[in-house]
């Protein structure tokens, strides 16, 4: 199966995939003075904002949640799926071992046989559906990241009167883009609030 890191890793590099370039309409032409918590210059029209992906996805609470939840999900089936190979093994054990003794007849042998391979087939089965639903749940927090992060764009874009919001990162096909247009922090900020807020309003 799998390696949780692997897991991850997957997540991290399809919510980046999926949040390479955001299409936002910007706020006609109002303009906003400089945002003085987050050091946002004042924005002009037509402003070109960018977002670190990478560091928004390791310090946004819900996508760390949302780590922990697959961590256990994959603690959860890896454990499934051993305790069902180790009964299997067992089976093998004892049957290679009855075998090896002349414990048991050529018909009996040939029955164990085509058991314990219907068993391994099951076995096998249950590792591929154990991952698919895995592969499933990571696809679901995919979205759910990108479409927490897009909706918060979406709605902060008259705030920032920005036209396009690009997300960048570590080795990606932006190679430069000014600090001043940096609103990493920023949307951390607010993307954190709104999902504290919404965990508030569940209780």
């Known amino acids: 199966m799998k390696k949780l890191q692997l897991i991850v890793n997957i997540i991290l590099a399809l919510a980046i995939a999926g949040l390479y370039v955001f299409l936002l309409a ?19 029209d037509n402003q070109i904002f960018y977002v670190q992906i990478d560091t928004v996805l390791a310090n946004y609470d ?5 780590a922990d939840e697959l961590e256990r999900s994959f603690q959860s089936s890896d454990a499934e799926f051993a305790t069902r190979q180790n009964a299997y093994q067992q089976e093998v054990t004892d049957y290679q071992d009855r075998y090896n003794r002349g414990l048991i007849t050529r018909s009996e042998a040939t029955n164990l046989e085509q058991e ?8 096998l089965e249950l590792q591929q559906s154990l991952s698919d639903e895995l592969t499933e749940q990571q696809t679901v927090m995919n979205r ?11 709605e902060h874009s008259k705030e920032y009167n920005y036209r396009y919001v690009l997300g960048t990162s570590f080795g990606g096909n932006i190679l430069y883009a000014n600090e001043s247009l940096d609103i990493t922090q ?15 309003s569940r209780r």
């Not at 910007?26 to 003075?33: E, H, L, V």
């Not at 819900?62 to 949302?66: G, Q, R």
């Open 62 to 66: 819900m996508a760390i949640d949302l």
């Open 144 to 154: 759910q990241l990108i479409d927490a992060i897009m909706q918060y764009l979406n």
């Open 26 to 44: 910007g706020a006609g032409n109002r303009t906003k003075s400089g945002n003085l918590e987050t050091g946002i210059a004042p924005v002009q």
């Open 116 to 123: 314990l391979y219907i068993k391994q087939q099951e076995l």
């Open 186 to 200: 920023s949307v951390i900020d607010g993307l954190n609030e709104a999902y504290r807020e919404q965990l508030r």
